[in-house]
């Protein structure tokens, strides 16, 4: 069976790697690991990888505007998203405890993330790295003893770190959202009830109000709508709907146009189970 | 003259200090330079400075979309803001040429925003650090040859350093809008003409709908409406409107309330001169 290519940012058992697993299942899949978003786009655009997966948000931090950009500028369709939970973990060199460790690295985000967790253990002094699971590469192949590394279970399973301290993240509601890419754009699935778009100017108060009462006719309901950075000859909105049939959405589109430049369809797509939305935190789980 | 203390991200002769001394002009400062966006909110929340000054929105990155969400937990406010021209240089302890220079060390930001001038000339090396100013400055302390910084002209004065090349970034599209931050709400200044609000849920369509005709009905124009990263208890949406009043922004803002919860006005402020929205790029500035 041929092996499907697909790049990803990051490296081997980050969570682009496990959302690319997920995204495409029961495929053997050749992974190429590139360094950044864009080189990641260049990759599938230029015909060297047949798919690629791409972080979109995540629920701390937020909408990755840039990503939306490089979509449209490399004109790629997005065929499938994933919702993935992302969970922080701290480990190291086997038969040491969190007394014996003095440097935890990672990256700035994992670190941040784990705030708490490294003000509750003041000996800890954290140390920024370029990605989560390739600090934990570094704890094995160097053999570093007294470093521990915040990443993913898989790659403390993949370079062989024990675990010393579970879901260490301040919040639970760590979810990031991965968008499956692919250079043709497919056809559109019967079960579709999410579209993608992108749109310039005018951003009018008068057009939007018109817009959106053409998406309300349609039963078209708005889930996320951003303003983008504003490069040259980019889009400046993107809008993220979702409608309880395929027609609903090509309808919409087809009507809104018109009224705005250079509307360009990223996806049109089945949209993922969003990540349960329980307001439990961290110290009222402890508490329940 | 008691001196104004005032908290900025960032060391001296950063982008953000230059901000600082252009939002509070003819003032003495004490500036105190803090790591993180969040640790400045807690510094002027805390009454540790009087004012703090804070990126929200560069031309090529896009909107900070967590500074929106840290001003909101923290009840700052905003009473003003400020368009500054990002310019990035080569510098290095004087005497050199670029020939001689082999490392270059940046913010990650900075050396991405320089990559076609890097790419130009593939004997330099880039290095990343957590400032550009900075950069600057451990070259100076460390009196280190054949290294070379990418900084604003301001941290090339300060710290003894000669220009190898002048704005070398590859846009010279790159602005950053910076906001002036107050602990106590002040009076609404009588020629105020834009707000900047949060809310949260319900984003329905027809909601939005019917939002939007409100704020036609007074005039406001939306210029800026983001989704915001989804914590516990944070505010959903971000609005920026103008008006050619400001009784027509108060009186949207008091129809608009009952329609969303829990809005709350991070400000009501003069809006700045916008940057000069030229398409003239460098290799065309380059040809005129």
Chains 1, 2 share one sequence.
């Not at 041929?2 to 790049?7: G, L, Q, T, W, Y």
């Not at 499956?180 to 579709?192: F, G, N, T, Y």
Request: glycine content about 4%; charged content about 15%; hydrophobic content about 45%.
């Amino acid at each position: 069976m041929k092996k499907s290519r697909v790049a990803i940012q990051g490296g081997p058992a980050s969570f682009h790697d496990a959302a690319a697993r997920q995204l495409l299942p029961g495929m053997p899949l050749e992974v190429a690991h590139c360094d950044t978003f864009s080189s990641l786009c260049v990759a599938l655009q230029q015909g060297e990888t047949d798919a690629a997966v791409m972080a979109i948000e995540n629920t701390l931090a937020g909408s990755l505007l840039l990503n939306y950009s490089l979509l449209q500028e490399h004109r790629l369709h997005i065929t499938a998203e994933l919702w993935l939970s992302i969970d922080q973990n701290l480990m190291a060199l086997p038969g040491q405890r969190i007394a014996d460790i003095r440097t935890v690295s990672s990256h700035p985000v994992a670190l941040a993330q784990c705030k708490g967790f490294l003000q509750r253990h003041p000996h800890l002094q954290p140390q920024v790295t370029h990605d989560t699971a390739d600090s934990a590469k570094a704890i094995q192949e160097q053999g570093l003893m007294a470093t521990a590394a915040i990443a993913g279970k898989a790659a403390a399973e993949l370079y062989g770190l024990e675990i010393l301290a579970e879901n260490i993240a301040d919040s639970l509601q760590n979810h990031t959202r991965f968008l499956l890419l692919q250079r043709e754009q497919p056809e559109v699935p019967a079960d579709a009830d999410k579209a993608i778009v992108v749109f310039r100017k005018p951003l009018h108060t008068s057009t939007l109000t018109l817009l959106l009462s053409l998406l309300q006719k349609h039963q078209v309901e708005l889930t996320l709508l951003q303003t983008l950075p504003a490069g040259e000859g980019r889009a400046q909105l993107v809008a993220e709907v979702e409608a309880p049939h395929v027609s609903h959405l090509q309808q919409a589109i087809a009507q809104v146009r018109p009224l705005v430049e250079d509307l360009q369809v990223l996806g049109i797509l089945k949209q993922a189970a969003r990540p349960q939305t329980s307001t439990v935190t961290k110290e009222t789980a402890a508490i329940l």
